[in-house]
């Protein structure tokens, strides 16, 4: 039995590193569930949205705006916005629903093979997680309500830092003081801004990172979904460093490249003045393309990551023991009743 022990001392490069071992590892079956549950979707998703079309754009020409009859424009209006909302809503269903079939699969057979060193097939998982959607739906409605909390919490947070810091530089530019030290005094103030935004960024990690943890919860410990929200903040005790860096990392190397893609070809499409509508849906559904391909490596990371939290907080060597008894019993069991066959 191979022993899950060193990862007691990992630190989030360790899961990183381990992340994109298993990405690797399974990637034939996390691209067939990709193609299943998921990249369908965005693809669909990104051409119908209508924040993709002529008639969004035109809101912002004025020019043009200008010669519509006001009732018209506010029609115009209010109808592209119900379809923004209508497009919003269809998201948030396929993400308390279908998304975490596609997550809870992955983490099935990441765990299988990691922990249980067993191989799960991938109509398994999904029948598994099929016959956990109700409460898989319920714990992310619940994570949905938790991070929107966090979002309004550090939206205040933010305002009061900006409002408090833009007040503290006038009041240190119009201090009597030498110039060199309003020059310090500033550049401490902007110093001492960027850290508290690092700590508030590093703080919604921690928190998205560790409530993530419902998932592997629900699918792998069976727990019911106020359970497995309970289950989080047992986990996340005393590693707040490794789960905001795991959980920022993790976000970042995934939302680079398809990032990187969007600004390109949202720059090329302005270089004449007007904002090329085809070409900006395009270079989306392209970006969708590699962030579907890419998206699965986040799950792996935070399979890593929970696997790494079990280990330390609880390890997972009993576990991977019992499993081995569990199939030993079986084994006997399959031996016992072909030899008493055998005798008759």
Same mark, same amino acid.
């Given at each position: 039995?191979?022993?899950?022990?060193?990862?007691?001392?990992?630190?989030?490069?360790?899961?990183?590193?381990?992340?994109?071992?298993?990405?690797?590892?399974?990637?034939? #079956?996390?691209?067939?569930l /990709?193609?299943?549950?998921?990249? =369908?979707?965005?693809?669909?998703?990104?051409?119908?949205?209508?924040?993709?079309?002529?008639?969004?754009?035109?809101?912002?020409?004025m020019?043009?705006?200008?010669?519509?009859?006001? %009732?018209?424009?506010?029609?115009?209006i209010?109808?592209?916005?119900?379809?923004?909302?209508?497009?919003?809503?269809?998201? *948030?269903?396929?993400?308390?629903t279908?998304?975490?079939?596609?997550? $809870?699969?992955?983490?099935? &057979? !990441?765990?299988?093979?990691?922990?249980?060193?067993?191989? #799960?097939?991938?109509?398994?998982?999904?029948?598994?997680?099929?016959?956990?959607?109700?409460?898989?739906?319920?714990?992310?409605?619940?994570?949905?309500?938790?991070?929107?909390?966090?979002g309004i919490?550090?939206?205040?947070? *933010?305002?009061?830092? &900006?409002?408090a @810091?833009?007040?503290?530089?006038?009041g240190l530019?119009? %201090?009597?003081?030498?110039q060199? $030290?309003?020059?310090?005094?500033?550049? %401490?103030?902007?110093?001492?801004?960027?850290?508290?935004?690092?700590?508030?960024a590093?703080t919604? @990690?921690?928190?998205?990172?560790?409530?993530? *943890?419902?998932? =592997?919860?629900?699918?792998?410990?069976? #727990?019911? %979904?106020?359970?497995?929200?309970?289950?989080?903040?047992?986990?996340?005790?005393?590693?707040?460093v490794?789960?905001?860096?795991?959980?920022?990392?993790?976000?970042?190397?995934?939302?680079?490249?398809p $990032? &990187?893609?969007?600004?390109?070809?949202i720059?090329?499409?302005?270089?004449?003045?007007?904002? /090329?509508?085809?070409? !900006?849906?395009? $270079?989306?559904?392209?970006?969708?393309?590699?962030?579907?391909?890419?998206?699965? !490596?986040?799950?792996?990371? *935070?399979?890593?990551?929970?696997?790494?939290?079990?280990?330390?907080?609880?390890?997972?060597?009993?576990?991977?023991? !019992?499993?081995?008894?569990? /199939?030993?019993?079986?084994?006997?069991? #399959?031996?016992?009743?072909?030899?008493?066959?055998?005798?008759?």
């Amino acid at each position: 039995m191979e022993t899950l022990r060193p990862l007691r001392n990992a630190r989030f490069t360790d899961i990183i590193d381990y992340g994109f071992f298993l990405y690797k590892k399974h990637f034939r #079956k996390i691209f067939l569930l /990709d193609l299943m549950f998921y990249l =369908p979707f965005m693809v669909l998703y990104t051409i119908i949205n209508p924040v993709f079309t002529d008639n969004y754009l035109n809101i912002f020409n004025m020019s043009d705006n200008m010669a519509i009859e006001p %009732a018209d424009f506010i029609s115009s209006i209010m109808t592209l916005y119900a379809m923004l909302f209508g497009s919003l809503l269809i998201y *948030m269903i396929y993400w308390a629903t279908l998304n975490n079939v596609f997550d $809870g699969s992955i983490v099935k &057979i !990441l765990y299988a093979d990691v922990v249980l060193n067993r191989e #799960k097939t991938i109509g398994q998982v999904v029948r598994e997680c099929f016959r956990q959607f109700g409460t898989l739906v319920l714990g992310k409605v619940l994570y949905g309500m938790i991070m929107s909390a966090v979002g309004i919490a550090v939206y205040f947070i *933010m305002f009061i830092v &900006i409002f408090a @810091g833009t007040f503290s530089l006038f009041g240190l530019t119009s %201090a009597v003081l030498p110039q060199w $030290g309003r020059t310090v005094l500033i550049i %401490a103030a902007v110093v001492i801004l960027f850290l508290i935004f690092i700590i508030i960024a590093w703080t919604v @990690g921690y928190f998205s990172g560790m409530f993530w *943890m419902f998932l =592997p919860a629900v699918c792998i410990e069976n #727990k019911k %979904a106020g359970q497995s929200i309970g289950r989080c903040g047992n986990l996340g005790k005393k590693n707040f460093v490794l789960i905001g860096l795991s959980y920022i990392a993790g976000t970042v190397i995934v939302a680079l490249f398809p $990032g &990187i893609i969007n600004t390109v070809v949202i720059v090329f499409s302005s270089v004449t003045g007007s904002i /090329d509508v085809t070409l !900006l849906k395009i $270079g989306s559904v392209v970006s969708q393309l590699f962030a579907a391909i890419l998206q699965p !490596l986040f799950v792996c990371i *935070m399979t890593a990551l929970y696997i790494t939290l079990r280990v330390k907080r609880e390890g997972l060597d009993i576990e991977v023991a !019992l499993w081995k008894i569990i /199939d030993d019993n079986i084994d006997k069991a #399959k031996r016992w009743t072909a030899e008493g066959t055998n005798v008759e």
